[in-house]
């Protein structure tokens, strides 16, 4: 074969246009002639059979094999996996006997005060004049609002994050309240 027919052939195979019958001249050209290719495609062909060549022994295909069966019958990754099941089940049984002791806390603060009421003057929910509660709600209200106030700014920074980052990817970000 001529060289620059075997020049464009080349060419063809980096662009991933060759079929199997032109990749196969391709491949006998290189172990053959060697001239009119790229030195990085003599040594692509050289490498693809040399590998080709490597087999695995029985020996390591035999470790392998037992290795997944040991696994698959209770080795070490279900072993894992049963830990990270149990640590889940660990952590909500903690949340709730915290909940449980704080729930307890607040009922022992309220009886050692006073036998007949059930909540201390902190957590009074119903005032009988109306202005005392229209206060407490406004002061409710007034927390709550710089509350979230402060839970703003963050907000602000990470929609600016995003921004800045579809705009360094090229991407469109979609924002719903424009």
Avoid: C
């Amino acid at each position: 074969m001529e060289p620059s027919k075997l020049k464009l052939l080349e060419e063809k195979y980096w662009a991933g246009e060759t079929d199997a019958q032109e990749e196969e001249q391709l491949r006998h050209f290189a172990l053959t002639e060697k001239s009119g290719l790229s030195q990085e495609f003599i040594a692509l062909v050289s490498a693809n059979i040399a590998f080709a060549r490597e087999t695995t022994s029985a020996e390591f295909d035999d470790k392998f094999w037992n290795r997944v069966e040991e696994n698959r019958n209770g080795g070490m990754g279900m072993k894992w996996l049963q830990f990270a099941t149990y640590t889940k089940y660990a952590a909500a049984l903690i949340v709730l006997a915290a909940i449980g002791l704080a729930i307890y806390s607040i009922a022992i603060k309220s009886d050692s005060g006073n036998e007949n009421t059930i909540a201390t003057e902190e957590f009074q929910d119903t005032y009988t004049d109306p202005e005392q509660a229209f206060e407490e709600t406004k002061r409710a209200l007034l927390m709550v609002s710089s509350k979230l106030n402060e839970a703003e700014q963050p907000i602000l920074e990470l929609k600016r994050f995003h921004e800045s980052k579809m705009s360094i990817t090229g991407s469109t970000a979609v924002d719903d309240n424009k």
